[in-house]
Every structure is written in structure tokens, then in C-alpha cells.
């Protein structure tokens, strides 16, 4: 099945690139609401889960034992870009397990921050694991092998029991079975799921309809923390960040690697899962702001805030206007 | 029309992402040797026909009369990476001419070269439009018009006695009839051009064949430009520098932004012109290196170095083996 184009890219007027992709939308009831492309395919949904593996950090006690902070719970659940603050917050993390940076076995890259990456080239010389935009799920990890009382050493294998528990809490929410993963980015897996799968866990985790107690008010600390410290999500001037810094708790939305975007509309008890075919960002965050347009009641001044993130318009090195991203009927 | 799938992304073996686009290789009779795709939709070739734009810098005498090097012959063709020696070059052509950095209007990046943005971060805190990618393009059209002995400071606009030598050039080796032009990231006109033409235009770079003698002549002493002096076409690392320091005369590429690529296998005659549709330079880089590895004949030596470019085997933070990009059958 070919996806349907999603996105164009013009320039002067003219299509000059364009996405393909799939997007599904769940009600609370597991019903389809919106269905584009081929929504059965299983996905990796890379970092787009992050707030969902960060389920069993709450749920073993870690959140309350560890007294992590909204911040901190948001690390967890985040893609960042590396800045001080969420350093330091992964650090702090850390310590409240007794722990440090030499835990963490997601591998060190630069900030995704540029500003953070350059300050820390002329102070450093060289990034370690803790600026990994993944390192504050690993410490959520490793927070939650030391509240189980396991070895956190091989926090990160498939077989671990903190892993093992993601995997389950995958399971339950998205309502698919797991096959054997693969590596991701930062080493932990990353199980293949159904896209339409994906948005049903998002809806769970919206709602709490169809989870256990314990899981929907764990659902609801971690999106309450989100909400509060989008920031810790995602970073500055970051698509992530400035959407749950326009809408709150009214929309969540997490990033993920090669074009994943997973989100949830909790008042209308909506689950969003957008993969774009080819891996790009830049259709991702277009696809996700048209869809909260087009489901999210919007007040005159969230429309307007939401308006540069729906038809971008694509300037060059001088500042001109050179073209525009634009979403096609097919979302409409 | 749906162009077929040429690059596949996996991970842990299984589908992950896929890129779409067209190609098309021409032989110096203009006859398609491959069509894959939509050949005869115009597309804006971007950066990938630089080679082409630079042919009015040596018709108009300019690189004669200002003696330019193979070097700064490469960079007027160039995409380069923002390093120190493709900074110093730029600098020295426009000496040649009388100029310096200020009479560019490409705009300003951080160098395409991560250690040279450090470097310019930690030294000077900002770039200038000397580190703009396209910073020895724009020298040679400053050059063309200092030597065609017409003023300078508009050379980027369409009006320009510079840029209409561009069209004029394009309109003569693509065969096509080119309509008003976008605007480039760096400013200057970029005209949309069917794929099969601007393959057409590379192997009349490749052969003169069909070119006025001092056009051909343009031609033969860019291509042995960018032959002598690969790293000042793109820098460090990267994949159009590596290919020509491999091949040499017998292969040259040309990048572009939004997944353009160009080339000519000059033993052949062949010229080439890559589109991928959602704009990944990836699936450009694997699809050129399967183009070479299928036209050209190769010695072991060769086949040896190319293979890395072909299969590529992507690996995460941690040095693991995570997955591959594969070329399709669509180009076996």
C-alpha cells in the first residue's frame, strides 16, 4: 500500500519535495476517528513512547521513593536538547539513586541545543551520556531498577526486568503483542507497533479507560508533569516544547526518531500516531499541528499561536521567503 | 505520478523508513540509458548544478585573468563545508577581484563542518557569509562580474548580466526552456529543469559534445578543477569528496539541498541527475554510489572503496549495528 502524500514543500510557488505517511487518530473506546494510510503497519515508535516507557517509573515506586520532581518526571519522558537544565536535572536524577553519569549506557552525542553544544565545546571539549537527548529516560530507567532492588547494570538488555516491564506496559496500552525488538538510538529496544495500535495507547494513556488504577493515576502524574514542564521535554524553541507551552494539558505530544509523532488530546480522550514514511521532522511537526486544529476547540489566541506551525513559511540565509510547507487534503 | 521506492531503510532487518524519487542517465547522444521515475518533471536542481553555473566564470575570462587555481576553480563549484582552508580560498578570489567578504550576498551559516563551527564558535562567536556553503559559488560570480567589467553589487539577481550567463548556460546544455526562477537558500536564481534535462546537461559537461569550443573547453577545465581538488567541492568526510578522491576524473558528483544530486561519468559520457522526492540527501548518497558501482567498470581496488557508500550499516551512539540502507531493485 503507498501512503498518501501528507506534506509538500514548495519553492516560488512550485511543489519541490513532498511527504508520504500515515496517520491515526483513536477515540477513548478504541474506535478510529481518522485513519490516512496504511495505519496497520507495526512501526518502530522510537522516542515517540517515552512517556509511556516511563510508566514503570512511577508505578514501582521509584517517582514517589526517589520524590522526583515534575522536571525530573518530564526528563523522563524526554528528547532534549542538552541545555544546562536538563543536565542537571538528569545528574540530579541520578543522585537521588545513588548514582551518576556512569550509569547511563546511552552513548554521549553533542547537545541538540547548537548553543548548548557550542558552550559546551569551548568548556569541555567533548559531550558524555548525560547530554544524549535519551538521558533522562535511562536515568528514569535506572531510578526504577534501584526501586525494584534488581542489578541496574544491564538496565538497557531486552531482558532486564525494568525493560521487561516496558514491554508489558506496551502490550497493555497499545493492545498489540511485541515480537522481538530492535537496538534503538540509544541501545534500549524499540518494539515494531501498528500505528493504529500506537494511537490506542496514547488514548489509554489520555484517559485511563482500560488501564489499572495504578497505571491511569501513574498516566496521569506523567502527563500532569509534562503539562507543567514541557520545557524538560523537549527544549528551547523546540516544536514539543512550545505546543504544550500553548495548550498545557490539553495537548501532549512527543517526538520521535525517523518521522514519529505520538500525541494526546486527554479532553476529548483522543491517541495521535503520525509516521512519516521517510523520517522527516519537519512533515512530523506539520502533520501535528494541523491535527490539533482540526480536533482541539480552539480559542481565538491559541489559533493564532498555533498558526506558524501549520503552513511554515521556509526562509533562506538572507531571511527571504522562499517557499512553504503545506498540508495536504488528504489531513483536511 | 507515483515515483518507485529506492532506498529502504531497516532496522533490526525490518522496513523502517523508505525514500521515493526519480532518475535519470543520459548518454552523450541524449539517449536515456535509465529512467526510473517521473524523468520529465521539472525540479529545482539547487546546489547540484554549480558545475554548470560556474562555466560564465571561465567563458568570460575571469579565471584566466585573475590566474584562479584548481582550488578556487572547486570552490566556485562547490557546496564546501565552512573549513579553514575553503574560508581562506573564497577569501583569496574575491582578492583577486578586489573584493573582499562584504561584497557576498549569500547570506550567513555555521560552517557545514561540526569541528569548524566549534572552532569559529570558540574564536569569533559568529559566521560570516565567507562560511556560507555556497560562499565560492557567489566568489565566482563576483569574479565573472568584475571581468565582464559590469557592476557588481546586484550579481545575484535574475536581472543580472551573471545570472542571465546562468540561464543562458542552463538553457544550452539541459536543452530545456527555463521559466521565471525560485530563489535559492543563498539568493541567487534557481531555475526548475526536468530531471532527464539536467542529466542531458552533465553529459555535454562531461563530452562537450554539442558545446560551442569554448564552452567545452569551460567545461573540460571545471571538471579537471574538481578532479585535482575534490575537498574544496564539499570537505572533510564527505560523500561527493570521498567519491572524487576514489574515482577521480572518472567520476564527478555534485550535492544539492532538498535530495538533489548530479554527476557524469566522463569515460562513459554519462550524465546524471538524482531526485529524491521527500528531500534526503541519505538516499541520494546510496543511490549515487549503486549508479557508479552499476555503470562503471571497476577495478577491485575501487569496488573496495565504493562498498561502504552502497549498503551503508547505520550504527547508534553506542557503536552498535542497529540497521542498513538498501538500495531497491528499482536500480539493480
Request: aromatic residues 6%.
Amino acid at each position: 500500500m503507498t501512503d498518501p502524500l501528507l506534506v509538500e514543500v514548495l519553492r516560488g510557488g512550485m511543489l519541490e519535495s513532498r511527504h508520504r505517511g500515515a496517520v491515526a487518530v483513536v477515540d477513548p473506546e478504541g474506535a478510529k476517528v481518522l485513519a490516512v494510510g496504511d495505519v496497520a503497519r507495526p512501526v518502530f515508535p522510537r522516542s515517540a513512547v517515552k512517556p509511556l516507557q516511563a510508566l514503570p517509573l512511577v508505578e514501582s515506586g521509584a517517582a514517589d521513593r526517589y520524590a522526583l520532581s515534575d522536571e525530573e518526571l518530564a526528563l523522563a519522558c524526554a528528547s532534549h536538547s542538552g541545555e544546562t537544565a536538563h543536565v542537571e536535572g538528569v545528574t540530579r536524577m541520578l543522585a537521588k539513586a545513588g548514582l551518576d553519569g556512569s550509569a547511563l549506557r546511552c552513548g554521549a552525542h553533542w547537545p541538540l541545543s547548537q548553543a548548548a553544544a557550542f558552550a559546551l565545546a569551548q568548556r569541555a571539549g567533548a559531550p558524555s551520556a548525560l547530554h544524549n537527548n535519551c538521558s533522562g529516560k535511562h536515568a528514569g530507567f535506572l531510578c526504577a531498577a534501584c526501586a525494584m532492588g534488581v542489578d541496574h547494570a544491564d538496565y538497557w538488555r531486552p531482558a532486564h526486568k525494568v525493560q521487561r516491564e516496558v514491554r508489558a506496559v506496551l502490550e497493555n496500552l497499545s493492545g498489540a503483542v511485541l515480537a522481538d525488538p530492535a537496538i534503538d538510538g540509544c541501545s534500549v529496544p524499540t518494539w515494531a507497533i501498528p500505528l493504529e495500535n500506537l494511537a490506542r495507547a496514547y488514548a489509554k494513556f489520555a484517559t485511563g479507560r482500560g488501564l489499572s488504577r495504578q497505571r491511569a493515576d501513574a498516566a496521569v502524574r506523567l502527563r500532569a508533569a509534562c503539562a507543567a514542564a514541557p520545557w524538560y521535554v523537549a527544549g528551547s524553541g523546540r516544536f514539543g516544547t512550545e505546543i504544550m507551552q500553548i495548550f498545557g494539558a490539553r495537548a501532549l505530544v512527543k517526538t520521535g526518531a525517523e518521522g514519529m509523532f505520538c500525541g494526546a488530546l486527554p479532553e476529548l480522550g483522543f491517541g495521535i500516531a503520525v509516521k512519516c514514511d521517510d523520517g522527516a521532522g519537519r512533515a512530523c511537526e506539520a502533520i501535528m499541528a494541523a491535527l490539533i486544529a482540526r480536533f482541539l476547540p480552539l480559542a481565538d489566541h491559541e489559533r493564532a499561536a498555533l498558526s506558524r506551525f501549520l503552513n511554515p513559511t521556509l526562509r533562506n540565509w538572507n531571511g527571504l521567503s522562499v517557499g512553504a510547507l503545506r498540508v495536504t487534503e488528504a489531513l483536511a
